[in-house]
């Protein structure tokens, strides 16, 4: 089965501080991971891909299938990062099928 | 391009009442879905297709009837609505191929059922 887990729903922090969203998947095979992103009032769209291995809007995650976790970091947060993220898998044999987790509602506090 | 373009964006319904929310997409996009999002449920699939003519089940089913009679349009119908469906509904299309990833999501209808 195909299981994705965000275990804050809410994360607050101050500008200029890190951020990290959490993210921990259960897939037997081997998954794609992404993360989207919702800004108020927008669209959910696409921040990042594990295979792209890119960094966007200074966000970065990096896979890790030891602890099957894909976790978002940004080393210093701005007021416009506030948004809600979604972590979502797609398994290898599900074609365009994702799986989101719960999501984390981010606040940057000035 | 439009995108992805849902209607209406928002509903409110009597319990035991239908309606189909529309979706269309003009990216020439083979697959489509329907997902409901939920406070602290994230979002949950209820139906998607691969192409025109074929459909099948997500997550979260029950309630709900689709069809594709054409690449551009996938349809979301509630036969009989209830409370339990108040929800947030996205509609969302992407390439077909395992080499493409990315969905595009449409703006989504807010249903309220009272």
């Known amino acids: 089965a195909q299981r994705v887990t965000q275990p804050e729903k809410l994360l607050s922090v101050f500008k200029g501080a890190p951020v990290e969203l959490k993210c921990n998947y259960s897939y037997s095979g081997s998954p794609e991971l992404f993360w989207y992103v919702q800004y108020s009032r927008q669209r959910l769209q696409l921040l990042l891909r594990h295979i792209s291995r890119e960094s966007i809007k200074g966000f970065t995650a990096d896979l890790n299938k030891g602890e099957t976790s894909f976790h978002l970091k940004k080393p210093f947060a701005q007021e416009e990062d506030s948004a809600m993220y979604y972590c979502a898998l797609r398994g290898n044999q599900g074609a365009q099928k994702l799986v989101f987790g719960q999501g984390t509602r981010l606040t940057i506090n000035p | 391009n439009a995108g992805v373009t849902q209607t209406p964006k928002f509903q409110v319904l009597k319990t035991g009442q239908s309606m189909t929310l529309q979706c269309a997409q003009d990216m020439n996009h083979e697959y489509m879905s329907w997902y409901r999002q939920d406070p602290g449920m994230g979002l949950r699939l209820i139906h998607y297709?691969?192409?025109?003519?074929?459909?099948d089940q997500g997550e979260v089913p029950n309630g709900y009837n689709v069809s594709r009679s054409t690449t551009e349009d996938f349809p979301l119908r509630l036969l009989s609505a209830a409370p339990s469906q108040t929800s947030v509904y996205f509609c969302?299309?992407?390439?077909?191929?395992?080499?493409?990833?990315?969905?595009?999501f449409g703006p989504g209808t807010r249903l309220t059922v009272t």
């Open positions: 969302a299309s992407s390439f077909g191929g395992l080499g493409s990833y990315e969905q595009y």
């Open positions: 297709s691969v192409g025109a003519g074929i459909t």
